[in-house]
């Protein structure tokens, strides 16, 4: 099931162009154009849900499973020293877009905390370089 009004479901679908950096049968990750650190990665389900506690217990494990996958990429191919797993439900909780989505935010040990969207890149060919670290290749 799609939501025709959703933002991550238009992505999934294509509608909505995306730097896609892993996919498979029942999960989409691409980079967040709104990031709080480079490589910053959104993780959803392709099957349109709000929260969290709407997924069926199979979804909510290939979500989580596939979260796990993409952070041990980035961690690796960026490099960075560690990372964020974060996931808001509703608006009083941040969320922004109402499809459940996992954010994954490289850290690094040198820099602060950044809990806001930033300019994380310099231009859009360290974007570009970036998002061909980050793409699973299988």
């Not at 939501?3 to 989409?28: H, Q, T």
Request: charged share 20%.
């Amino acid at each position: 099931m799609t939501d025709p009004n959703c933002i991550f479901c238009k992505i999934v679908s294509g509608a909505i162009p995306s730097r896609k950096v892993y996919e498979d049968e029942n999960c989409y990750a691409f980079m967040d154009i709104a990031p709080f650190e480079k490589g910053h990665t959104l993780v959803v389900p392709k099957h349109h849900a709000r929260f969290l506690t709407d997924l069926t217990e199979a979804t909510l494990t290939q979500l989580i499973m596939t979260t796990q996958k993409v952070a041990a990429y980035i961690l690796k191919t960026m490099p960075c020293d560690g990372f964020n797993i974060l996931q808001n439900n509703g608006e009083c909780a941040l969320q922004t877009i109402p499809h459940v989505h996992f954010h994954i935010i490289p850290r690094w040990n040198n820099k602060g905390l950044q809990w806001h969207s930033t300019k994380a890149y310099d231009s859009e060919e360290e974007m570009v370089e970036i998002h061909k670290r980050i793409i699973i290749n299988e």
